[in-house]
C-alpha cells in the first residue's frame, strides 16, 4: 500500500457482510494469563497485528515456550505458574499499551532483572502510576530515559525473596488509564498471599477492567469490587485448556458507522450483544441516532437511517472512548450537533485524539469547539483533503469513513492500522469496489 489511501465514495447504500479480527484488548489479556496458568492453553481466534506480534515476541524473549499457527489464528501457550522462566533479559513493547503495561507489571514483581524498551510513541505515554505502585512494592527501577517513562531497567520485588513476601496491599490512579488497573489484577496470582488494590482516583471502574475481571473468571481466578478496591484471595492459580477470543467490537464499529451515515445494511458476522467489550455501547449511540441494530444468527447488523436523517446526539463515551474517534468522523453527517465529553484521558492515547479530531475536521471544513474533555461538532459537508493520521491507528480507521460519502478523502500513513487491523483498508477495498491506491 502506497503512503497514501484515497477513500472511494459510495454511490449507493452498502449491503454488506464483514469479518473482523480478533480482539486486541483480548487477545494480549489471553496471553498474559496463559503465560501465568499452571499448564498449556490453547487460544483460538488470535489477533495478529503489531501490538500482538510485540507482546508474542516478548512472551518467547522471556523464554515462554509457545507455538504459533498464525494461519490458524491460534496459539498455544506453556504457561508456567506464575514463574517466568529466564531471570533476566530484554524486552520490546513496541506502540503496544497493553504489552507495556502487562507485561512491566509482571516484571516489576519477579524475581529477576530485565530491560524494557518501548517505540517513541510509546515513550510518550503515561507510566508514571504503575511505577509508583510497583516501589510500593519494593521494585527497583533504573531510567534509561525520562523519568517515570519507558524505556526502563527494572528489578522485580521477588528478588532475593520467596512469592510469598511481596506485599499484597497497593493503592493505584487509574485516571490516565484503566490498564494500570488491569496489569495488576492480571498478574494477581503472582502473589501467593492475595492482593488488595485501592484506587485512589475518582475513576474505580470502566468497561476495559469488566473485560478483564470477566476473563480472569473464565481462568479460574474471582475478583471482588468493594468499597472501592479489588480484591484477590489467596492461593488462586490460572487454569484453563482452552479459550476462544472473541471479534474486535471496536474494529467491528468502523463498519456499523459505514451504514449509520450511509443508510445501508452492514453485519459483522460473530459479533454478539452479550459479548464482553464495552465498545458494544456503540451501538446504543447508532440506535438513539435513528439506526436499526439487528441480532441475527450470525451476528450483529446495523441498518441506517436514510441519507440526511441521522440525528445529532450528546454523548459522555468515557466508558468507551475508542469509539470517540468514529463518531467524530460521522457527525458531520448528522442532522444537528454532535457533542462528545468526558474524554479528555484520549490526549494521552497514541495520540492527542481530541486534537487529531479537531484538526482533521477542520481540514475537511467542519465547524467544531475544541473543549477540554471532549468537542461539538456541527453539521455539514465534508470537503476534500488529505487526513493526518499522526501515526495512530484509530485516526486512520475512523477517518477513512468519511470519505464514504464525501469525494477527495485521503487517509497519510495508512500502515499505522498494522497496530490493530493490518489489513483494514484491504477489506475496506473489497467492500468498496476499489482497485487502486
Not at 503489531?50 to 489464528?73: M, N, P, V, W
Request: include cysteine.
Amino acid at each position: 500500500m502506497n503512503e497514501i489511501y484515497r477513500v472511494k465514495t459510495l454511490q449507493q447504500p452498502p449491503r454488506w457482510t464483514v469479518e473482523v479480527p480478533g480482539s486486541k484488548s483480548i487477545t494480549n489479556r489471553a496471553l498474559l494469563m496463559a503465560a501465568l496458568a499452571d499448564g498449556p492453553v490453547t487460544l483460538n481466534g488470535v489477533l495478529f497485528s503489531d501490538d500482538s506480534r510485540c507482546f508474542l515476541q516478548a512472551l518467547k524473549d522471556l523464554g515462554f515456550s509457545l507455538d504459533i499457527r498464525e494461519t490458524e489464528r491460534q496459539v498455544i501457550v506453556e504457561g508456567c505458574s506464575g514463574r517466568i522462566p529466564k531471570q533476566s533479559g530484554e524486552i520490546y513493547v513496541g506502540s503496544a499499551g497493553t504489552a507495556a503495561r502487562f507485561l512491566t507489571a509482571m516484571l516489576g514483581v519477579s524475581a529477576g532483572t530485565y530491560r524494557i524498551l518501548a517505540s517513541e510513541q510509546m515513550q510518550r505515554r503515561p507510566m508514571r502510576p504503575l511505577f509508583e505502585a510497583l516501589f510500593s512494592l519494593g521494585a527497583h527501577i533504573e531510567w534509561m530515559g525520562e523519568i517515570w517513562h519507558l524505556p526502563v531497567r527494572i528489578t522485580g520485588a521477588s528478588a532475593g525473596n520467596a512469592y510469598e513476601k511481596i506485599g499484597r496491599c497497593l493503592r493505584l490512579n487509574i485516571s490516565e488509564s484503566t490498564q494500570f488497573l488491569s496489569a495488576f489484577l492480571l498478574i494477581a496470582p503472582m502473589f501467593a498471599g492475595g492482593l488488595r488494590i485501592q484506587i485512589t482516583s475518582e475513576k474505580k471502574d470502566g468497561s476495559y477492567i469488566r473485560i478483564t475481571r470477566r476473563m480472569m473468571a473464565d481462568f479460574g481466578v474471582t475478583v471482588a469490587f468493594r468499597d472501592g478496591g479489588y480484591d484477590i484471595p489467596r492461593g488462586t492459580v490460572y487454569h484453563k485448556a482452552c479459550y476462544q477470543i472473541e471479534p474486535d467490537v471496536s474494529a467491528a464499529c468502523y463498519f456499523y458507522a459505514a451504514a449509520a451515515i450511509t443508510g445501508g445494511y452492514v453485519k459483522v458476522k460473530h459479533v454478539y450483544s452479550d459479548g464482553l467489550q464495552g465498545d458494544l455501547k456503540f451501538l446504543g449511540v447508532l440506535e438513539q441516532m435513528g439506526c436499526r441494530i439487528c441480532e441475527e444468527e450470525d451476528g450483529l447488523a446495523v441498518a441506517g437511517p436514510a441519507p440526511g436523517a441521522l440525528q445529532g446526539i450528546a454523548v459522555d463515551m468515557n466508558d468507551f472512548s475508542d469509539q470517540a474517534l468514529t463518531l467524530a468522523a460521522i457527525a458531520p453527517y448528522a442532522s444537528a450537533p454532535v457533542a462528545i465529553t468526558h474524554i479528555a484521558h484520549i490526549r494521552k492515547q497514541e495520540s492527542d485524539r481530541i486534537f487529531a479530531i479537531v484538526s482533521n475536521l477542520r481540514l475537511a471544513g467542519i465547524t467544531c469547539e475544541e473543549q477540554e474533555d471532549g468537542v461539538l461538532i456541527y453539521p455539514g459537508q465534508p470537503k476534500a483533503c488529505r487526513i493526518e493520521t499522526f501515526d495512530d491507528h484509530r485516526v486512520a480507521m475512523a477517518f477513512s469513513l468519511m470519505g464514504l460519502c464525501a469525494e477527495g478523502i485521503e487517509i497519510l500513513n495508512p500502515q499505522c492500522c498494522r497496530k490493530t487491523f493490518e489489513n483494514y483498508f484491504d477489506i475496506l477495498d473489497s467492500l468498496t469496489g476499489q482497485t487502486e491506491v
